[in-house]
């Protein structure tokens, strides 16, 4: 799979070991190549998401173009913390802080700069 935006070849979203070898049959893709990570999921053109580090917290923009509901951004706030002082395990949250109809017209290029001001003014 190829990303929207550079036209590289994305990783799949999956751990592989050295030596390792597993099938590509994977839905959700990887492009680390764009200033900001792109995710795009097989089978469904319509939707990707971008990851933001913005004030010390991490960010998910995902944009979905549906033909039945048009435009649609949602941002998810992601929050790691460590599980009983481990340095080695970690819980992981994604919380829906915002979902609007809209297309944001967000890129790699212009995500960090346009965050700020969707969170302000949505």
């Known amino acids: 799979m190829k990303c929207k935006f550079c036209n ?5 979203m999956r751990a592989l070991h ?6 590509a049959l994977f839905s959700t893709w ?4 764009c200033p900001h990570a792109v995710r795009q999921v097989q089978n469904y053109p319509d939707w990707y998401s971008l990851l933001v580090h913005h004030n010390d917290k991490w960010y998910e923009l995902s944009q979905t173009y ?5 435009p649609l951004l949602t941002i998810y ?5 460590e599980q009983d002082d481990s340095d080695t395990t970690y ?3 994604s919380e829906k802080i915002l979902e609007r109809k809209m297309d944001a ?3 790699p290029q212009n995500v960090e700069s346009k965050l700020p001001t969707i ?3 949505s």
């Open 18 to 23: 050295g030596g390792s070898r597993e099938s």
């Open 119 to 121: 969170l302000v003014f």
């Open 91 to 93: 819980w992981i949250q």
């Open 30 to 33: 990887e492009c680390l190549v």
């Open 77 to 81: 706030l992601i929050s790691i913390e």
């Open 66 to 70: 549906g033909s039945q509901t048009g």
């Open 105 to 107: 017209g967000l890129t």
């Open 8 to 12: 590289t070849r994305m990783l799949p």
